[in-house]
């Protein structure tokens, strides 16, 4: 028999360092035990978890839903940008526990000014479009909007002789004798 806070771990008598707990035949630290996570009969976590304050919660690296399901307390969300162009779309996300998304991935972080693409196919279009163009995108529903603000802007870039003819809402339904538009 050992004395209490003492262990019997390989026929000796051991005191358990400070925040361990005597379990038979060893010193367990409960709060960070894999093997012995919450008590000395406790949970055997999962290769894809780790022991965190007495539970089993996800380790780096691994995909999660929360903050709360994570054993650093860090899930990092990533947003779609399938087309490439640096703008994620707000409605398709991903978290990973304090890491990234895989190499390859169409995944990134939210932007830091807040702006999201309204049209993760065409790569043209995303917030701040300056560019103009002389077909409408024939992604997402189709339509003008290259710059993602909900309003129709003007085909082309006008050029001195180019005639418009008046949608009535500021923009023109169609641009006769319209000059070759800067596309990228």
Not at 73 to 87: A, L, P, Q, T
Not at 110 to 123: E, F, H
Not at 169 to 174: D, E, K, P, S
Request: charged letters at 10%; a negative charge; hydrophobic letters at 25%.
């Amino acid at each position: 028999q050992c004395a209490s806070g003492a262990a019997c771990v390989g026929g000796a008598c051991t005191v358990c360092p400070a925040g361990q707990t005597v379990c038979p035949n060893l010193c367990v630290n409960l709060q960070t035990s894999n093997a012995h996570c919450g008590a000395c009969s406790g949970t055997v976590c999962a290769a894809t978890q780790q022991c965190a304050g007495g539970k089993c919660l996800l380790a780096n690296g691994q995909p999660c839903s929360s903050s709360a399901v994570c054993a650093t307390g860090i899930c990092n969300m990533f947003y779609e940008d399938h087309d490439g162009d640096g703008y994620p779309v707000s409605t398709s996300s991903v978290g990973y526990c304090n890491g990234s998304p895989p190499p390859g991935s169409d995944y990134i972080p939210a932007r830091s000014d807040g702006k999201w693409d309204c049209c993760d196919a065409d790569y043209f279009a995303h917030p701040g479009q300056t560019d103009y163009f002389i077909t409408p995108s024939t992604l997402c529903g189709g339509g003008w909007d290259y710059d993602c603000n909900d309003v129709v802007e003007k085909q082309c870039e006008p050029h001195v002789g180019d005639q418009c003819v008046s949608d009535g809402a500021g923009g023109c339904t169609t641009i006769t004798a319209c000059g070759i538009p800067s596309v990228n």
